[in-house]
């Protein structure tokens, strides 16, 4: 007879399972991340030989009755845009990031405008007391009682409140905190995540009910757990930001009901999380007038495009290495660029130390910035001024050329709604767009024509 009980290896990271210890994991080549667990062989036998309830039986893609799903606004357009146009109903949505971040507050505020629309929703608290949640609940505003809280961690218990209360929406923070009596790890571990993210799965798509689950990032600012756990629910969204800055990017990173490449921006104040409706506004205030190695790009987040100040500062350095640094892009790429600067029009900068930043904190690796990046740091090491009124997009290629970019029309429409006056961008961009009044409108076909444009 097969053990009731037999322990293995789990990795934390990937949730790779092995017999036995090893020191570097075979799925995801961390080290020192196996963790000896157990695991109810016998339980997971029985639920095996499990008959079905129902009669399954295959069914054509001809008979299945195919409509537009009904979503459920959140009272954030931010958000809504994320999700794809709001809640989809029986979708099971994971919300991660860094502590104290703002994801219990923005649930909790999502509660709020869904019990004020009159759908019931049910908040379970695995890490807060009922008082602790009243606290904060106080300082984000007035409450309906179609909010109902529940303090637990048992999720048997939860589900059968689930099935009595049958709520239109729950949120359960977190799943970290979550155990299962079938499985004998402790809560938190790979068993007891996997499992216990099965079990909302199945209330979701069984009952019909929306599931928000909140999930905790490792280091590396990815959700602690298997990877298998992004691939069972619908949705995955990153709160990002630093926690000592006040606004906060919500990224959809995977979604079944909409675009994965659009972004939500909001800003902590004391009454909870805001929405900025204009981020590029807020990105650019406070942009210095007058100085060299400044210059404003536009990128493009999803459908949104983003106004944003890349700043450079090039100095002569007094070391045998030069010090390089990026801070909101790629280093590599900001290293890319710097050499080909040096090799197609001679400018001289291994000898310089080379600080790049992308202003108000936010994080950028979209090709487009290339060329801001590069006329930044042209402007800092030749003390050229660009006009405030001058916005830039383009991708450099290796032999000095500025290549197209997606979505130019967009970009350009945006700079002339916040009143730019010139537009630097690649000339196969500038033939392909239609005439946009009050804008100037520069083609570049490599960098040295860039060069020029900011020379005149």
Not at 91 to 104: E, F, M, Q
Not at 146 to 151: A, K, S, W
Request: proline fraction near 3%; charged fraction near 25%.
């Amino acid at each position: 007879m097969a053990k009731a009980k037999t322990s293995a290896f789990f990795c934390q990271n990937c949730g790779y399972e092995s017999v036995k210890w090893m020191g570097q994991c075979p799925g995801c080549k961390e080290w020192n991340t196996f963790v000896e667990e157990l695991v109810d062989r016998k339980a997971l036998s029985a639920s095996g030989k499990r008959k079905p309830a129902v009669e399954t039986k295959p069914v054509p893609l001809s008979a299945i009755q195919a409509s537009d799903e009904e979503r459920v606004s959140t009272g954030f357009p931010e958000l809504d845009r994320v999700l794809g146009g709001g809640i989809v109903k029986g979708s099971l949505v994971l919300v991660g990031g860094d502590p104290g971040i703002g994801k219990s507050t923005l649930l909790l505020q999502v509660c709020r405008n869904l019990s004020g629309q009159g759908h019931s929703v049910l908040y379970v608290s695995g890490e807060e007391s009922l008082r602790q949640i009243k606290l904060r609940a106080q300082r984000i505003g007035a409450f309906t009682d179609d909010l109902q809280l529940l303090c637990e961690t048992n999720l048997d218990l939860i589900r059968e409140v689930i099935e009595r209360q049958k709520p239109e929406i729950v949120v359960v923070d977190s799943i970290q905190t979550m155990y299962n009596d079938s499985v004998g790890s402790a809560p938190g571990s790979v068993s007891q995540v996997r499992e216990s993210t099965g079990v909302l799965m199945q209330i979701a798509k069984g009952m019909g009910i929306s599931v928000f689950i909140v999930g905790h990032v490792t280091k590396e600012g990815v959700v602690a757990g298997p990877r298998v756990l992004e691939h069972m629910v619908d949705t995955v969204l990153y709160f990002e930001g630093d926690r000592y800055e006040s606004y906060r990017i919500l990224r959809g990173v995977k979604n079944r009901f909409g675009s994965t490449n659009e972004i939500g921006v909001f800003e902590m104040r004391s009454e909870g999380l805001a929405e900025v409706e204009n981020p590029s506004e807020y990105m650019l205030s406070g942009k210095p007038k007058d100085a060299s190695g400044s210059v404003v790009a536009c990128s493009i987040e999803g459908t949104r495009p983003i106004l944003l100040e890349i700043q450079a500062l090039i100095c002569h350095s007094y070391f045998n290495n030069p010090r390089r640094t990026a801070t909101g892009t790629d280093f590599n790429r900001v290293n890319l660029l710097m050499a080909v600067l040096e090799k197609r029009i001679g400018m001289q900068l291994s000898d310089c130390d080379a600080y790049v930043n992308i202003a108000g904190g936010i994080r950028m690796n979209e090709p487009a910035i290339d060329l801001g990046i590069v006329l930044a740091i042209m402007s800092s090491k030749l003390d050229l001024i660009i006009d405030d009124r001058t916005i830039c997009f383009g991708e450099i290629g290796l032999s000095g050329e500025v290549r197209g970019v997606a979505m130019a029309e967009q970009r350009v429409a945006e700079a002339a709604k916040l009143g730019f006056e010139t537009c630097i961008l690649p000339e196969v961009s500038r033939s392909s767009l239609s005439n946009i009044k009050g804008i100037r409108l520069i083609g570049v076909s490599n960098v040295r024509e860039a060069l020029e444009a900011i020379q005149e």
